[in-house]
């Protein structure tokens, strides 16, 4: 088992336990925005519009082809991950709105332990690198 050492602890802690740390602040810090509606910022113009077409008409390839407001021929920004994210949570929560901010919430848990994976491989100490990921962690 992997362990990082914490220079002038004299402590130190299985990998793991680190990556464990930011995602489960990640989750909690914005774990309260499972109970939000889909109204706010971008959101109804994006999503509440285009739920019926997520459900039923979407398929992936159709989706990929579509700018971030679902217009073809793709007029603004395109983001086609987004579109694919948003197709698999409507297939997998129904068009719930709980489940498009889960899958925010999972996202930047992930990218959060990346950051911290990153830092480590640069060689930042444990400590630092685990604060500093923290920081992002809890960043709007």
Same mark, same amino acid.
């Given at each position: 088992?992997?362990?990082?050492?914490?220079?002038?602890?004299?402590?130190?802690?299985?990998?793991?336990?680190?990556?464990?740390?930011?995602?489960?602040? %990640? %989750?909690?810090?914005?774990?309260?925005?499972?109970?939000?509606?889909?109204?706010?910022?971008?959101?109804?113009?994006?999503?509440?519009?285009?739920?019926?077409?997520?459900?039923?008409?979407?398929?992936?390839?159709?989706?990929?082809?579509?700018? %971030?407001?679902?217009?073809?021929?793709?007029?603004?920004?395109?983001?086609?991950?987004?579109?694919?994210?948003?197709?698999?949570?409507?297939?997998?929560?129904?068009?719930?709105?709980?489940?498009?901010?889960?899958?925010?919430?999972?996202?930047?848990?992930?990218?959060?332990?990346?950051?911290?994976?990153?830092?480590?491989?640069?060689?930042?100490?444990?400590? %630092?690198?685990?604060?500093?990921?923290?920081?992002?962690?809890?960043?709007?």
């Amino acid at each position: 088992m992997e362990h990082s050492h914490h220079p002038g602890t004299g402590s130190s802690w299985p990998a793991w336990l680190g990556y464990l740390i930011v995602a489960l602040v %990640a %989750a909690g810090v914005y774990g309260p925005a499972l109970r939000f509606s889909i109204d706010r910022f971008d959101e109804d113009v994006i999503l509440g519009t285009n739920i019926e077409y997520l459900k039923r008409k979407a398929t992936v390839a159709d989706v990929v082809r579509r700018d %971030a407001f679902y217009e073809l021929p793709a007029r603004t920004f395109y983001r086609p991950v987004q579109n694919l994210t948003f197709l698999a949570d409507v297939k997998i929560g129904r068009g719930k709105p709980w489940m498009f901010h889960a899958t925010n919430i999972l996202l930047h848990a992930l990218a959060s332990c990346l950051l911290l994976s990153l830092l480590r491989r640069v060689q930042l100490p444990a400590l %630092a690198a685990l604060g500093a990921t923290l920081l992002f962690a809890v960043s709007p």
